[in-house]
């Protein structure tokens, strides 16, 4: 079992920068198996960024030029950093890693961005 803990939300305004860190009990952070996923009230749960293949990454529009996903050498912890914050980004955030056949979430923390 993999526990994955997310950590740096919190209350900004727009035009404000955050950045999310989610902390794995083990290095299951390398290849692709690396993503950012939000949800905001009353929507589904989305995307934000990944990594394909090697250290390439990439995002969804709504957030391109303006978050940037990157993890540590250990593959243990991966970051989620957020310029330019709008309040259409306010949502709950998860990390997910895969090991394996087996997918992992963290319990998610909030971002509210303040107009």
């Known amino acids: 079992q993999v526990q994955l803990v997310e950590s740096g939300g919190g209350v900004v305004q727009a035009g404000g920068s955050l950045r999310l860190s989610c902390a794995a009990s083990k290095s299951i952070f390398s290849g692709n198996f690396a993503h950012w996923y939000r949800q905001a009230p009353g929507k589904t749960r989305e995307w934000v960024a990944g990594?394909?293949?090697?250290?390439?990454?990439d995002y969804a529009d709504s957030v391109k030029g303006r978050f940037t996903i990157s993890r540590d050498s250990s593959k243990s912890t991966v970051y989620l950093q957020m310029i330019s914050l709008k309040p259409e980004d306010t949502a709950v955030y998860y990390c997910?890693?895969?090991?394996?056949?087996?997918?992992?979430w963290g319990q998610g923390t909030q971002v509210t961005v303040s107009s």
């Open positions: 997910r890693g895969t090991q394996g056949k087996f997918d992992y």
């Open positions: 990594f394909t293949t090697g250290e390439n990454t």
